[in-house]
C-alpha cells in the first residue's frame, strides 16, 4: 500500500479544490496540515512534510500544488538520504514562482527556489497561463527538477478559481507518474 500525501500551497485547498476530492478519492491519503495556511514558514512547512513523511507506514507518493511543490523542492534539498528514499514520487501541480516580480509578501520567504534534481521521479503539470509562473520558468524548473512535464493549455493555476474542483483528469497525470517508473500510483 503507498501513503498519498496531500501537499496544498498557500491558503490550503478548500472544500471544493481537486485535491481536498482527491483526499477523499485515494486509498491511504492524508493531507500534510500547516500551521499557518495564511503566512506561511518555509522552515515549518518543510519541518511538516518531513514529520508526514517520517510518521508514515508505508512508502508515500507526494501529491503538491503552487507552493506546496516549492516546499517539497526545499524538503529533498535538505532532508536525510534515509527520509529521501521513503518517496517513492512527486506530482507537482501548478508550482509558484516564489522570485517572480509581484511575488505576493507572504511567499517571498520561500526564496531562492532551490535548482538542483529532485532525488524521486516528478512529474510536474503546469498550465501556460498561469499567473503564478510564466511557462518558461516552469519548463526551467522542470529541467532543473528533472520532472517530466505536462503543459496544460489555458489551465490558470489549476485551482479551484480556475475551474479544477474534482479534476478526474487530473488523475491521469498521476497514473502516468506511476507509469514512467512501474508503479501504480492511481
Known amino acids: 500500500m ?16 481537486w485535491q481536498t ?14 500551521e499557518n495556511w495564511q503566512r506561511p514558514d518555509p522552515q515549518r512547512w518543510v519541518a511538516a512534510l518531513d514529520r508526514a513523511i517520517g510518521q ?3 512508502p508515500v507518493v507526494v501529491i503538491a500544488h503552487s ?11 535538505s532532508a536525510p538520504v534515509a527520509r529521501r528514499q521513503r518517496v517513492l514520487a512527486a506530482l507537482l ?7 517572480r516580480p509581484g511575488c505576493p509578501v507572504e ?5 531562492p527556489l532551490p535548482r538542483q534534481p529532485l532525488p524521486f521521479p516528478t512529474r510536474m503539470v503546469t498550465s501556460d497561463n498561469d499567473h503564478a509562473i510564466s511557462l518558461a520558468r516552469a ?8 520532472s517530466d512535464l505536462d503543459i496544460l ?21 498521476l497514473a502516468k507518474l506511476g507509469a514512467a517508473q512501474g508503479l501504480r500510483v492511481a
Request: net charge negative.
Open 2 to 17: 503507498t501513503r498519498y500525501l496531500i501537499l496544498a500551497g498557500w491558503q490550503g485547498s478548500g472544500p471544493d479544490h
Open 21 to 34: 476530492h482527491w483526499q477523499r478519492l485515494l486509498p491511504d491519503a492524508r493531507r500534510v496540515e500547516q
Open 56 to 58: 508514515a507506514s508505508t
Open 67 to 77: 507552493l506546496g511543490c516549492v516546499t517539497v523542492a526545499r524538503w529533498a534539498a
Open 93 to 99: 501541480v501548478a508550482p509558484a514562482d516564489v522570485e
Open 107 to 111: 511567499l517571498v520567504g520561500f526564496a
Open 139 to 146: 519548463e526551467a524548473l522542470a529541467r532543473d527538477w528533472g
Open 153 to 173: 493549455p489555458g489551465a490558470g493555476h489549476i485551482n479551484t478559481r480556475s475551474g479544477h474542483r474534482q479534476w478526474e483528469e487530473g488523475l491521469l497525470h
